[in-house]
């Protein structure tokens, strides 16, 4: 069974860092795109960044582009480095893989199989 564990989160003041990390385990298929997604309460959960293993293509909210940043290693681990935060950041922050053998496309929440339990990430004003 394909598993994502996410860590990373906490509390940061406004302006600062983190860096969210998702440990994806047991995706034995070789094409993989992997997600950062995030929700507030009551609201819907929101597409942040993807990444494909393939060639390293990535993709964005636009609104977000620019203070976070999605990468991987060579192994199993996909970040989320976000910069700049704001309180409006606040949320829980998920990572998603999509379903095997298709590709990567963005961040649309309908095209992902694969969920974790999320990380808090809280930013104080």
């Known amino acids: 069974q394909v598993q994502l564990v996410e860590s990373g989160g906490g509390s940061v003041e406004a302006g600062g860092s983190l860096r969210l990390s998702c440990v994806v385990h047991?995706?034995?298929?070789?094409?993989?795109?992997v997600g950062w997604f995030r929700q507030v309460p009551e609201e819907g959960r929101e597409g942040v960044a993807a990444?494909?293993?393939?060639?390293?293509?990535t993709y964005y909210n636009e609104s977000l582009k620019g203070r976070f940043t999605i990468s991987q290693d060579n192994e199993n681990t996909v970040y989320l480095q976000m910069n700049s935060l704001k309180p409006e950041d606040t949320a829980m922050y998920y990572c998603?893989?999509?379903?095997?053998?298709?590709?990567?496309?963005?961040?649309?929440?309908?095209?992902?199989?694969?969920w974790g339990q999320g990380t808090q990430v809280t930013v104080s004003s």
């Open positions: 998603a893989a999509r379903a095997p053998y298709t590709y990567c496309t963005g961040v649309d929440r309908a095209h992902y199989k694969y």
């Open positions: 047991k995706y034995t298929y070789g094409r993989k795109c």
């Open positions: 990444i494909s293993n393939v060639d390293n293509s």
